[in-house]
């Protein structure tokens, strides 16, 4: 069975800071990755994919994961975070499994900055 | 991106009740619809999976008798609790996706929720 692990719960952060949090899965075959996140308020929405090709992948907002296979892991990041990034972030793992598509979503993490 | 609605958002129900949740994919066809739980600062738990006119497939450890899935169409799922009680109480979330055979999975599209209350 898949699953994923995130292991930052919390994090605060100032302004200009850097982010990065992290996202570790568990599945032998092929997986689709993904990162959601949900602002205040406010229902889940896509940040960034992955499906295949290039393992650094751009999403909205300034954001970027980077696929390591090796690793099992798809950790998200952005150079300078901006107050308006608080918000609750979740790793989720797509697979085949028993012939349909099984998703899988991390504990997220919440992220405040303070300006 | 593609829109998904949720109704009721917010439900109260007095306890052995059923309550019917519906999920509408408003501008595109569904093949896929997921159906989520969240509990208070928790993660979402997929509950189960619903493909247009197939059974459901739940989870391990939900129950198919109480939580009821219907997907009887490519944009509507519905979700009914059925014989409602306080521990059922919790925020419910749809999402819907494309997903073809042994395509790529695409994204999935979140509705905003709905809140139950039992009680």
């Known amino acids: 069975a898949q699953s994923v692990s995130q292991h930052n719960h919390h994090v605060i952060l100032s302004e200009a800071a850097s982010l990065e949090l992290g996202c570790n899965y568990s599945?032998?075959?092929?997986?689709?990755l993904f990162w959601y996140v949900q602002y205040p308020g406010q229902h889940l929405q896509l940040l960034l994919k992955?499906?295949?090709?290039?393992?650094l992948v751009k999403g909205i907002k300034g954001f970027e994961a980077e696929f390591i296979k090796s690793k099992f892991s798809f950790n998200l990041r952005k150079p300078s975070v901006q107050w308006s990034d608080t918000a609750e972030y979740f790793c989720?793992?797509?697979?085949?499994?028993?012939?349909?598509?099984?998703?899988?979503f991390g504990t997220g993490t919440k992220l405040q900055v303070i300006p | 991106g593609a829109v998904v609605s949720q109704h009721p958002s917010r439900v109260i129900c007095k306890s052995g009740t059923s309550v019917k949740i519906e999920c509408r994919s408003l501008?595109?066809?569904?093949?896929?619809m997921f159906w989520y739980r969240q509990f208070p600062k928790q993660s979402l738990m997929l509950m189960a999976t619903?493909?247009?006119?197939?059974?459901?497939?739940?989870e391990q450890g939900v129950e198919k008798d109480k939580f009821l899935i219907n997907h009887a169409s490519l944009t509507l799922s519905t979700l009914t609790v059925t014989s409602a009680h306080p521990e059922d109480s919790s925020f419910y979330i749809c999402?819907?996706?494309?997903?073809?055979?042994?395509?790529?999975?695409?994204?999935?599209?979140f509705g905003p929720g709905t809140r139950l209350t039992v009680l």
């Open positions: 501008d595109f066809q569904a093949t896929t």
């Open positions: 599945y032998g075959g092929t997986v689709n």
């Open positions: 619903s493909n247009e006119g197939s059974k459901a497939t739940y």
């Open positions: 992955y499906f295949s090709g290039d393992p």
């Open positions: 989720a793992v797509t697979a085949r499994s028993g012939g349909y598509q099984k998703v899988t």
């Open positions: 999402s819907a996706g494309t997903s073809g055979g042994t395509s790529s999975y695409n994204e999935q599209f």
